[in-house]
């Protein structure tokens, strides 16, 4: 076939050759200029590939990415399929295949070709105003500032500071030396940002489609943005890992300006009252929860990705790699699960202690659900429990089947595995005496060599579609938007960034908000502390790609990933009372999990060093 394509052009090539200059011949594989900006289809086409190319860690993003040749190491549009080496998964919040990240090493994620390509943009698009209104010119040059802005704020919380480069660059036009521009300060590069989104809340419009910036989508990531610099500022003063990039501001931000950045964060979220609100659409609160991550009309969707099947397709396999398939059209009609949330992760909002007795030992329960029913409503809408349902089918997650069971659920857990006397098998259709010994979601230690079923005893509920046929559910057959910026989040930044300059009243209302629409008890001024927000903001942000970068920027990842190990609540099924009982252990792979001070940055990356040694002095540790 390659050898019928060359000759094929070859033929082509000398044929026009032989009656023509090559200095006439125009290259067909250039998008010339007037192509691009001389009609509107052009700029959407354009803008087209400036959102495709935006950072947004959405269904498709991996940590590290993957290395497939076209150069968006940390941001996989190849490899879909992936969803389960989720950033949750190196941090805690979940567990999966992803718990031996390579932070120390680097992801390698450099998107100044993306960023020449938005600098291209707004010094060309001036050219061609003539041919547009006023109107239609701000709105263009909006949105690439708002795109800019945000590719700088992935860059930023990777590495601090960063070269701002505002200027195409062009050689042999510019020197090498012109071309090697050093880093900014960290301070410098969020105030960027900053600027960037002011400017881009400046030119755009109160509305535009769903998965393109309007003047609030800047505001709200401009709340996100200052935030992160207010903290960085605050608690990166404290805990810290000195060098040469640190003395030269490079990384870390005076505490001194912590407060000025809290206060843009509130400034910027609050333009946001009155355009958007939370979801409620349903009574039920669980139901209600679940909805806002289905409901593409919901009031709180400030920005989306969306995902299409048809021509040309674009789908992802959410709902094909967080559900159970443990045997062929069970929940799923292809697909494997990978990812799991944590003991740790549901009880921030809602102790299990309710499954053993005063005297230790563990309850006894009728039902595999019954520990579960009345746990907070949005937790319910965010994972899925022991005895839950979908597609009409159950949530059996058993770990095992004892024949009898005596003592308490501490002395029990620490027993070797070989003396403990349950059955448990690595077929989900083992049965003793008529039952199942795991259950279709049951849990498979890795004596037998699988994670395909859940580890910790939960799934993932949220951006699950349950109104999907189980044929349907199949790799690369989602179409479920990613929710990008969402109202919740930019009251969780107010309230943060209210906690931390003394604006409690401010910040109680809008956590009261939230916990309302989460079915959850208010708050009272005595409970606004950091830690609360915090905490509320990993409640709701959950397996949304937050987690992983708050606890950077909170600066107590070193204390969570101290040699850390995660558990899971394990349903067992006592067979000579017909009785379920629930024990906290360790999840079943017992990885352990680290994090080192020095991660709180990534290393530059060693080949862009190699290129321009004004990248220098690389990041403290590395």
Not at 103 to 129: E, H, S, V
Not at 394 to 419: H, I, N, R
Request: glycine share 8%.
């Amino acid at each position: 076939m390659n050898k019928l394509l060359i000759a094929v052009t070859l033929g082509i090539f000398l044929s026009i050759t032989s009656c023509q200059h090559l200095d006439d011949i125009k290259p067909v594989n250039i998008i010339l200029d007037d192509q691009i900006f001389k009609s509107e289809a052009g700029i959407t086409t354009y803008f087209a590939t400036m959102y495709r190319k935006l950072p947004i860690e959405d269904f498709q993003y991996r940590p590290d990415g993957r290395n497939d040749g076209v150069g968006d190491v940390a941001f996989n549009l190849h490899h879909e399929w992936e969803h389960f080496y989720h950033s949750g998964a190196a941090c805690g919040e979940m567990v999966g295949p992803y718990g031996g990240m390579d932070i120390g090493g680097g992801f390698g994620y450099w998107p100044y070709t993306d960023i020449r390509n938005i600098n291209y943009f707004i010094q060309t698009m001036p050219k061609y105003a003539s041919g547009y209104t006023q109107d239609q010119v701000n709105q263009f040059l909006g949105e690439a500032y708002f795109c800019r802005a945000y590719t700088y704020f992935a860059l930023a919380k990777r590495y601090g500071g960063v070269p701002i480069v505002t200027r195409v660059l062009t050689y042999p036009q510019q020197t090498i030396e012109e071309l090697q521009v050093p880093r900014n300060t960290e301070a410098e590069t969020w105030d960027f940002i900053g600027n960037d989104l002011d400017s881009a809340y400046a030119l755009l419009p109160e509305a535009n489609a769903p998965e393109r910036a309007n003047k609030y989508a800047a505001m709200a990531l401009k709340s996100r943005a200052m935030v992160y610099a207010g903290s960085i500022a605050k608690y990166g003063s404290v805990n810290y890992v000195d060098g040469d990039a640190r003395a030269n501001g490079f990384v870390g931000i005076d505490a001194g300006k912590a407060n000025a950045y809290y206060q843009k964060a509130i400034d910027a979220a609050k333009t946001l009252e009155g355009h958007y609100s939370l979801y409620r659409k349903s009574a039920d609160k669980v139901k209600n929860y679940t909805d806002v991550f289905l409901d593409a009309t919901s009031p709180e969707n400030i920005l989306v990705r969306g995902f299409y099947a048809g021509d040309p397709e674009r789908c992802h396999s959410w709902d094909a790699t967080y559900s159970p398939n443990s045997g062929l059209n069970y929940m799923t009609s292809e697909g494997l699960s990978r990812s799991y949330p944590t003991l740790e992760f549901v009880e921030r909002t809602d102790s299990l202690n309710g499954i053993t007795n005063p005297d230790g030992t563990p309850k006894r329960f009728d039902n595999i659900g019954d520990p579960f029913q009345n746990l907070e409503p949005r937790l319910r809408g965010t994972v899925y429990f022991p005895g839950d349902m979908l597609r009409g089918k159950l949530f059996d997650q058993q770990e095992g089947t004892y024949p009898s069971f005596s003592g308490t659920a501490a002395d029990e857990v620490a027993k070797p595995v070989a003396s403990r006397t349950y059955l448990r098998s690595g077929n989900h259709n083992t049965l003793n005496n008529g039952r199942l010994v795991n259950g279709y979601a049951g849990m498979y230690p890795p004596a037998f060599g699988s994670d395909d079923n859940t580890r910790t005893g939960f799934y993932v509920r949220k951006y699950i579609d349950y109104n999907k046929n189980i044929a349907d559910v199949k790799l690369f057959s989602s179409t479920t938007p990613w929710i990008e910026l969402r109202y919740a989040e930019v009251l969780l930044n107010r309230a943060e960034a209210d906690i931390e300059t003394g604006q409690v009243n401010d910040a109680l209302t809008c956590l009261n908000d939230i916990r309302d629409r989460a079915g959850a008890s208010a708050f009272s001024l005595s409970d606004m502390t950091a830690q609360t927000v915090q905490n509320e903001r990993c409640k709701e942000l959950a397996f949304e790609h937050h987690y992983w970068w708050d606890i950077r920027r909170w600066r107590i990842a070193d204390v969570l990933l101290n040699n850390a190990h995660f558990k899971g609540i394990m349903p067992y099924y006592v067979a000579n009372e017909n009785k379920y009982i629930f024990l906290k252990e360790t999840e079943l792979f017992d990885r352990n999990y680290n994090f080192e001070k020095k991660y709180y940055y990534e290393p530059i990356p060693g080949g862009e060093l190699a290129k321009n040694p004004n990248l220098y002095p690389n990041n403290p540790g590395y």
